[in-house]
Nanobody
Framework: QVQLVESGGGLVQAGDSLRLSCEAS????????MGWFRQAPGKEREWVAA?????????YVADSLKGRVTASRDNAKNTAYLQIDNLKREDTAAYFC????????????????????WGQGTQVTVSS
């Protein structure tokens, strides 16, 4: 049984930094690209970032978030990470991690339909 469990969300102040974690079990972690999406109330799910490749050598970030967001992974810990710096109120959303089997190219990682497994999400709320 595959499980993806996000953690690290919470209530933070604008300008703070946050690191979200996604611990995976029940799958061969190194065979999956790990993506991050977010969804704010009343808005569509938005792709945020991804870390792919058996060694996490391929990392991608949505253009609107470049410079503030970093995706990474630790295959030894079966865990993916999303670092968000200089948080803004518009970053308020539920953040989800997802696993995509043997995907590497960006074009294969930006659509939620291309992912095989999803976590339950962790809420990030940014106050000013």
């Amino acid at each position: 049984q595959v499980q993806l469990v996000e953690s690290g969300g919470g209530l933070v102040q604008a300008g703070d930094s946050l690191r979200l974690s996604c611990e995976a079990s029940g799958l061969t972690f190194s065979s999956y690209a790990m993506g991050w999406f977010r969804q704010a109330p009343g808005k569509e799910r938005e792709w945020v970032a991804a870390a792919a490749g058996s060694d996490g050598a391929f990392t991608y970030v949505a253009d609107s978030l470049k410079g503030r967001v970093t995706a990474s992974r630790d295959n030894a810990k079966n865990t993916a990470y999303l670092q968000i710096d200089n948080l803004k109120r518009e970053d308020t959303a539920a953040y989800f991690c997802a696993a995509a089997y043997k995907k590497i190219r960006l074009v294969s990682l930006i659509k939620w339909r291309d992912y095989n497994y999803w976590g339950q999400g962790t809420q990030v709320t940014v106050s000013s």
